[in-house]
């Protein structure tokens, strides 16, 4: 099983740094979609934080 389908197995939330080396972008983009509101997000005191489901799903509307 690679990293993306382990994560994807967790129950909490992914930061902006394991979004980006799961999806092999720089931090900063990440942060940018999330402050953007490009990629669906939410902040716990003060630190965004991606639910791996959504994120699957987001990811792969972006292949199509």
Do not use: C, Y
Request: glycine share 10%.
């Amino acid at each position: 099983m690679g990293s993306f389908e382990q994560l994807l197995e967790r129950k909490s939330a992914l930061s902006p740094q394991e979004v980006a080396a799961l999806l092999g972008k720089n931090e900063r983009t990440v942060r940018n979609w999330l402050n953007a509101g490009l990629l669906p997000g939410h902040q716990i005191h003060g630190r965004w934080a991606v639910d791996p489901g959504v994120l699957a799903v987001w990811w792969e509307g972006k292949q199509r």
